[in-house]
């Protein structure tokens, strides 16, 4: 059992609040298919990044990376078919104090809308997307951003996230990270972790500071067929 205390909570969205899988399967499938590519490859490397540095990266050259990223993200859009929240989220996000939280997504503002809408997730009052920062995951800014929004120094804040991108971005930050799921790399060596929101409970002092007791490691859970 590991215990922590922040002024601030900043979530990732995708695979950290909500399962997306199937829709980010689908959204570079289409991507794959339209340029010959291996789907596989581009999954191997998008996961945490902004898509049109995704599309920048893989795409032939010459290809007009940002007109390809408008057409993919209004298809995306429209695709909510099998986008659920993480077990535990929604109570979990509903118990903290909204001045101590913030969304740090790679998507744009209103893909993040969408996804938080239909998995039945209030979207905080401070968020930041794919087009508030110069630079995206891994590099500081969006955890940067996100805790000037809530007036905090990044040292006071906890990131939760999935994926390496967004792990070593919190950690550039100055911020503590708790690794939400099984995500196996070098980075998330020493960091306490959770396998979704039953893992973990918060306290919210009157001050709006949030201790939070994580429990059991995912591999305990995972030994006892949980």
Request: glycine share 10%; charged share 25%; hydrophobic share 45%.
């Amino acid at each position: 059992m590991t215990t922590l205390s922040a002024r601030a909570l900043l979530f990732d969205m995708d695979g950290t609040l909500i399962d997306s899988t199937a829709a980010v399967e689908r959204i570079w499938g289409v991507f794959a298919d339209r340029f010959g590519l291996d789907v596989a490859d581009i999954l191997a490397t998008s996961h945490g990044v902004r898509m049109v540095e995704t599309v920048r990266q893989h795409a032939p050259e010459g290809t007009d990376a940002e007109a390809v990223t408008r057409e993919l993200g209004a298809i995306e859009r429209e695709d909510r078919e099998g986008i659920v929240p993480l077990p535990g989220a929604v109570d979990f996000l509903a118990g903290l104090p909204r001045a101590s939280v913030a969304l740090v997504t790679s998507a744009t503002r209103d893909l993040a809308e969408i996804r938080m809408a239909a998995c039945g997730l209030p979207l905080p009052d401070a968020v930041v997307t794919a087009d508030l920062v110069e630079r995206g995951k891994p590099a500081p800014d969006p955890y940067l951003a996100a805790a000037e929004l809530l007036g905090v120094e990044p040292a006071d804040a906890i990131v939760l996230e999935d994926a390496e991108a967004g792990i070593r971005s919190g950690l550039a930050a100055g911020a503590r990270v708790i690794v939400v799921g099984g995500l196996d790399a070098a980075v998330t060596a020493g960091l306490p972790r959770i396998r979704d929101y039953r893992d973990i409970a918060a306290e919210v002092a009157a001050d709006g500071s949030v201790t939070l007791t994580l429990h059991e490691a995912v591999e305990g859970r995972r030994e006892r067929g949980e």
